[in-house]
T-cell receptor, first 117, second 113 residues
Framework: GAVVSQHPSRVICKSGTSVKIECRSL??????MFWYRQFPKQSLMLMAT?????????EQGVEKDKFLINHASLTLSTLTVTSAHPEDSSFYIC?????????????FGAGSRLTVL | GENVEQHPSTLSVQEGDSAVIKCTYS??????FPWYKQELGKGPQLIID?????GEKKDQRIAVTLNKTAKHFSLHITETQPEDSAVYFC????????????FGDGTTLTVKP
């Protein structure tokens, strides 16, 4: 079945630094990937839609300069949290779906837990 | 926009019993309703989904029912096992844009051995 790899699974950084999280579709091509944020015991909040070869589409209230998204290839999207602060600490999850048949089926990465000190 | 409500927020059952989780949605244009299981520290995994042209779908111990008129859908797990313990999320979206799903708030299911 479809596999989405997310890396790193955990990252701790100092306040003011930037952190990059990678999301890769291992066995299919994904023209669109999605980035979510999840707080403890809460639901997934869609942050942005990552489009291969073009700019990401951000949800209302999400700072695009804070959360930089790059979708350079059909199998890789990256989320960079710039100048991270403690309030950016969260669980970040990506998802992807293949083009064509099965495009409605989302496969999620295992998530990345970011802790900003 | 779409609004999805999920109940209950927590559910505890004895091993072997059934578990039912219910969701309602507001947008009658939604036509795709997946259910995800999320284990601690992991990303969600699709366990079953249903499209609006179907009223019920079953996969072994898991079944989902959909009432389009009432705009609600439910997840049924029979013969529960301890490994079913997890957080379950329902979602609603358009079939052509599942990535823009609206998720319910989740149900923490605990199956006691």
């Amino acid at each position: 079945g479809a596999v989405v790899s997310q890396h790193p699974s955990r990252v701790i950084c100092k306040s003011g630094t930037s952190v990059k999280i990678e999301c890769r579709s291992l066995d299919f091509q994904a023209t669109t990937m999605f980035w979510y944020r999840q707080f403890p015991k809460q639901s997934l909040m869609l942050m942005a839609t990552s489009n291969e070869g073009s700019k990401a589409t951000y949800e209302q209230g999400v700072e695009k300069d804070k959360f930089l998204i790059n979708h350079a290839s059909l199998t890789l999207s990256t989320l960079t949290v710039t100048s991270a602060h403690p309030e950016d600490s969260s669980f970040y999850i990506c998802s992807a779906s293949p083009a064509g048949p099965g495009a409605n089926v989302l496969t999620f990465g295992a998530g990345s837990r970011l802790t900003v000190l | 926009g779409e609004n999805v409500e999920q109940h209950p927020s927590t559910l505890s059952v004895q091993e072997g019993d059934s578990a039912v989780i219910k969701c309602t949605y507001s947008d009658s244009a939604s036509n795709y309703f997946p259910w995800y299981k999320q284990e601690l520290g992991k990303g969600p995994q699709l366990i079953i989904d249903i499209r609006s042209n179907v009223g019920e779908k079953k996969d072994q111990r898991i079944a989902v029912t959909l009432n389009k008129t009432a705009k609600h859908f439910s997840l049924h797990i029979t013969e529960t096992q301890p490994e079913d313990s997890a957080v379950y999320f329902c979602a609603a979206s358009w079939l052509t844009n599942a990535g823009k799903s609206t998720f319910g708030d989740g149900t923490t299911l605990t199956v006691k051995p």
